[in-house]
């Protein structure tokens, strides 16, 4: 018996009524599903959609037509089942890194005692521990990801939705999150989905990449990346690495995918 998606799209349109004479409409007919302990990888050109299509995903934004399900559940009845990771950090100044990891466990109602075992879990393990009491100015852009990933984490999602989450850090720091970020996931068995700009670190991170068009975007193309090194590194520079990044480039052409 097949194992039930870990979420699915199941035809997915949004269309945005500006008060114009002429509706916007962002994506058209976004079907597809992400299993159990993957991690899908969306591509795109600038200004696709893919954001939006993000939002949707989450259950913040609610589509024109069709539905998003978090195994087999509409995905604004799956409440806990889904965690998000965005651009900015959004750490509160005003507390320390231990505050900032318990926020949502708190907001959830767990006990103090319980939520803060379980942060100082995290923290220690994400290579963090006696940074507790720090407070967010005190941090390197890097460090302040990780304790946004580990708020994340502490509510123990099903399914992880980044929305480049390292776009404004240098390429060192970058790519040595990624390597953290995705052993993390995979130790604990999550499913994720990566909406980037970036094909190197979706071709480094992602066990399957969907490649969108131009706006009103659909699914252009899809990859199942198949490397056995993920070593951010090491990993392009095997021929493999740069065939499947020449492709989605190609693919990612105005020409191509307009």
Known sequence: MAETPALETQGVSMVFNTGSAKPVEAFRNITFSLAPRETIAIVGPSGCGKSTLFNVIAGLIRPTEGAVLVAGER?????????????????????????????????????????????????????????????????????????????????????????????????????????????????????????????????????????MTHRPAQILAEHIVDLPNRDPVAIRQTPEFNHLFQTIWRQLDAKLAA
């Open 75 to 211: 995905v604004d009845r799956a409440a806990g089942h889904v965690g998000y990771m965005l651009q900015k950090d959004l750490l509160l100044p005003w507390r320390s890194v231990l505050q900032n990891v318990v926020l949502g466990l708190e907001v959830r109602g767990a006990s103090r005692a319980k939520a803060e075992a379980q942060a100082r879990a995290l923290i220690t393990a994400y290579g963090l521990g006696g940074f507790e009491d720090t407070r967010p100015s005190k941090l390197s852009g890097g460090m302040r990801q990780r304790v946004a990933f580990m708020r994340t984490l502490a509510l123990d999602p099903d399914v992880i939705l980044l929305d480049e989450p390292f776009s404004a850090l240098d390429f060192q720091t970058r790519m040595l999150l990624q390597t953290e970020t995705m052993t993390i996931i995979r130790e604990r068995a999550k499913s994720a989905i990566l909406v980037t700009h970036d094909i190197g670190e979706a071709i480094t991170m992602a066990d399957r990449i969907l490649v």
